[in-house]
């Protein structure tokens, strides 16, 4: 076996290996924040009975959170951002954070095996009468000799239809917006997007209704 088919045949199981390795490896933890010394220690300033210091105002959505949960294979991230940018804008003080909602485990699986089996069919297309034998098949397939009449459009085909199929099992279609914690919006079951004004009034109402139940708290302990 020369190098060419140690290449054909080694490449799409290391591809294959790290993959799952990285699908079930861990993210690592994020470093640190180093916060660095004030040096110039200034002293606390005393109150002025006469000129009392004003309350900082806090916005409706100071210390609540956004979660905007998008498919990034669908190209939504530019509506995300639309939308993150609106809920920073009508709520001072909340924090949207956007993250990738990613399809089930099996289609993510199917998705690592494709890019699998496209190397490994076009290594058969490029060198079968090398391949055939070691595998015990002395007399290759008929469908082989009819992906050799055509190789270079047989190697186009099976990569634009790995693309396609691979595009097709990352798309979860989703967007999906939760407010601390809580879903307000699934485009999953909408079937649609939300628009920037039935948003903002969902949320709106959200933090309403958070706003209320905590002083409620406050009150009844």
């Known amino acids: 076996m020369d190098r060419v088919h140690l290449l054909l045949l080694?490449?799409?199981?290391?591809?294959?290996?790290?993959?799952?390795?990285?699908?079930?490896?861990?993210?690592?933890?994020?470093?640190?924040?180093?916060?660095?010394?004030?040096?110039?220690?200034?002293?606390p300033l005393t109150p002025n009975p006469e000129f009392p210091t004003p309350k900082a105002v806090r916005g409706l959505g100071y210390g609540s959170t956004v979660n905007i949960n998008f498919c990034a294979s669908c190209s939504y991230r530019g509506t995300a951002v639309t939308m993150k940018k609106m809920l920073d804008a009508q709520f001072p003080g909340?924090?949207?954070?956007?993250?990738?909602?990613?399809?089930?485990?099996?289609?993510?699986?199917?998705?690592?095996?494709?890019?699998?089996?496209?190397?490994?069919?076009?290594?058969?297309?490029?060198?079968?009468?090398?391949?055939?034998?070691?595998?015990?098949?002395?007399?290759?397939?008929?469908w082989y000799y009819s992906l050799?009449?055509?190789?270079?459009?047989?190697?186009?085909?099976?990569?634009?239809?790995?693309?396609?199929?691979?595009?097709?099992?990352?798309?979860?279609?989703?967007?999906?917006?939760?407010?601390?914690?809580?879903?307000?919006?699934?485009?999953l079951k909408e079937g649609r997007f939300p628009g920037e004004i039935e948003l903002k009034d969902l949320v709106a109402k959200k933090l309403s209704t958070s706003i209320v139940m905590d002083g409620l708290g406050e009150v009844w302990p």
């Open 10 to 43: 080694g490449l799409p199981l290391f591809i294959l290996c790290s993959d799952l390795l990285n699908l079930f490896t861990p993210p690592p933890p994020p470093p640190p924040s180093h916060l660095k010394p004030d040096h110039h220690h200034k002293p």
């Open 94 to 142: 909340i924090d949207v954070v956007l993250e990738n909602y990613p399809p089930p485990m099996p289609k993510r699986l199917l998705a690592k095996v494709v890019p699998v089996v496209q190397f490994g069919v076009i290594g058969i297309i490029m060198a079968g009468e090398q391949i055939f034998p070691m595998m015990g098949i002395m007399t290759p397939p008929a």
């Open 148 to 187: 050799r009449a055509n190789r270079f459009g047989s190697i186009a085909s099976t990569w634009l239809l790995g693309n396609f199929l691979q595009s097709f099992l990352q798309s979860s279609g989703a967007f999906e917006v939760y407010c601390n914690d809580e879903l307000v919006f699934s485009k």
